[in-house]
């Protein structure tokens, strides 16, 4: 997941400390990446952290998930914090009021009918929990 950057002012490409191609600004000497802005910014590995995620998401453990991608224990708990702080900064910018206490948000995918024969054209339903 890349998010390309528009930059007006003139740059220098050069090939960074991680061993990414990264953009020197010639007027205000900033550095950018392709990854900057997102939650793999500085990362040697943003593919596997996205695995890390997409694993976290539908539920998998995070012991588990250091031994699917082969990444340390801190390493996860580390892109989780970093997710959930991006994510409330975001809400905060939208001005969305979070309550106190933990969320969860689930979803389940079901069908209305249990035969094949009895399925008619609105046999899938999406239900929210």
Request: aromatic share 12%; proline share 2%; net charge neutral.
């Amino acid at each position: 997941m890349t998010r390309r950057l528009l930059i007006a002012c003139s740059y220098k490409v050069f090939h960074g400390r991680i061993k990414r191609q990264e953009y020197l600004c010639e007027t205000c000497h900033m550095y950018f990446s392709e990854t900057y802005g997102t939650f793999s910014y500085r990362r040697k590995k943003p593919d596997l952290l996205e695995g890390v995620l997409d694993q976290q998401v539908r539920g998998v453990g995070v012991r588990d998930s250091t031994e699917l991608v082969c990444v340390s224990k801190d390493t996860v708990e580390q892109v989780i914090l970093n997710v959930s702080f991006r994510i409330e900064q975001w809400f905060k910018s939208l001005e969305i009021q979070i309550p106190k206490g933990n969320m969860e948000y689930d979803e389940i995918w079901t069908y209305v009918a249990k035969k094949q024969s009895d399925l008619k054209d609105e046999r899938e339903m999406w239900l929210w929990i």
